[in-house]
């Protein structure tokens, strides 16, 4: 107990506390189709930085697949893509960002950005033109990481006047003639927000889920599931371990009870008293935090309570399994710690090693933080959330009959 556990916990901090991030799940909607706009797609993927994970019809959709969680962020590539690079035009492509997570946005942005300039790079060598050519049409970015789609937001504001740099706008006041031997400019990254104006363009921007890119939001609605379980479950592993020492346990035996009515007794106070602090970390986190719940309140609540169950159920299972509360507090340093980092409470499960991701699943705590992320931020219903409420009852039931069973035993 004293060797294991913190060479595993070392383990684990080494792959999971990992700030970078690689394979974000990229949502693509191709307008031009065409090998220019294949040859984009390609130097996003070949990053390491994304992973396509599907091809959209429209924006519509990609902004539905981003709402529900499906993907972390969007490429837009317009439908003129390959005939502006023909015809030596600044080319705006659009890049969504889903910022629930202020930190994974931001990064992804500067991954964007590098693969952007990497590909005005290769445009130029190409064309055997000089790098330093490039400063006659400046790489412009305008970055607002948020998610630019028609779905209607809490946050909109109209763009469509919205300026850009004084060489921006210098350069466009000063329009060449395309030749054969004029450099293609670069493409021109629009990040969540409004086109530039070169292209003579104009957007509407909605920005969603996290507009003011608070990275308080992403910690407090993944830190109140991890809380619930580790409160369980240190809270139960205390008081049965207690009891046992204390010789309360016999005393029960004594009495006419059933073993399933002693069980409930020590189980239902400690549930009540739990789901009191769903109350009271959703306080703390509207009132000091701001963060704002947008979706179903009752949800939010079983989910919590689901969260509760489960941590009683592996506070009860570690009392079966010890004599003392030392021991008690050993075992749940070596149980506590694992979910706590393999939850995404607190930093992306994107930025785990690709092996150490699906182990993650099996972790209660990984589905409340999707289910409060997504009600509290997104404001998704359960049409959406439905897969991680049945992974939460699932782990409830499982872990409260298995501590049952084991807490009957010893019983016996």
């Not at 959709?61 to 709402?67: F, H, P, Q, V």
């Not at 499906?70 to 015809?87: H, I, N, T």
């Not at 400046?138 to 850009?164: C, E, H, M, Y």
């Not at 309140?297 to 010890?322: E, N, P, Q, R, Y």
């Amino acid at each position: 107990m004293l060797v294991i556990p913190p060479t595993l916990n070392i383990m684990l901090f080494g792959f999971a506390l990992n700030p970078e991030v690689k394979n974000l799940r990229l949502g693509v909607v191709d307008e031009s189709r065409t090998i220019e706009s294949r040859e984009l797609v390609s130097a996003f993927v070949e990053s390491r930085s994304f992973a396509v994970t599907g091809y959209y019809a429209s924006s519509d959709e990609l902004g539905l697949a981003l709402s529900a969680g499906e993907l972390d962020a969007g490429l837009v590539v317009p439908f003129d893509y390959a005939k502006q690079r023909e015809r030596h035009q600044p080319v705006v492509i659009q890049f969504l960002v889903d910022a629930v997570n202020s930190n994974t946005a931001a990064i992804a942005t500067g991954y964007a950005s590098r693969i952007i300039v990497a590909l005005n790079q290769k445009i130029a060598q190409s064309q055997q033109q000089p790098i330093a050519a490039q400063s006659a049409t400046p790489l412009t970015t305008t970055t607002s990481n948020a998610i630019a789609s028609n779905t209607p937001g809490p946050n909109t504001t109209d763009s469509s006047n919205a300026g850009t740099s004084s060489d921006t706008a210098t350069s466009q006041s000063q329009p060449t003639t395309p030749s054969p031997t004029t450099p293609a400019p670069p493409v021109v990254l629009n990040i969540g927000g409004p086109p530039i104006a070169r292209a003579n363009i104009s957007s509407r921007v909605t920005l969603l889920y996290n507009p003011g890119l608070q990275n308080a939001w992403f910690i407090v609605t993944g830190m109140i599931g991890l809380l619930l379980v580790l409160q369980g479950s240190l809270v139960a592993s205390a008081s049965m371990v207690r009891e046992k020492e204390v010789g309360t346990i016999e005393q029960l035996l004594m009495t006419p009870a059933e073993s399933s009515e002693i069980i409930t007794a020590k189980i239902a106070p400690i549930f009540i008293l739990l789901s009191l602090d769903i109350w009271l970390a959703l306080g703390v986190g509207r009132l000091i935090f701001g963060v704002p719940v947008r979706g179903s309140m009752l949800l939010l609540f079983i989910a919590g309570a689901l969260c509760v169950l489960a941590g009683i159920g592996i506070g009860t299972i570690i009392a079966t399994f010890t004599k003392n509360q030392t021991q008690a507090q050993l075992m749940g340093f070596f149980v506590n710690p694992p979910i706590a980092l393999l939850s995404g409470a607190t930093t992306p499960i994107e930025a785990m090693p690709t092996w150490l991701q699906p182990i993650t699943y099996l972790n209660p705590v990984r589905h409340f933080a999707l289910i409060s992320r997504g009600v509290m931020l997104k404001g998704t219903g359960l049409d959406v959330l439905y897969p991680n409420m049945l992974a939460l009852l699932l782990f409830a039931v499982i872990l409260v009959w298995v501590s049952a069973w084991r807490f009957r035993k010893q019983l016996g």
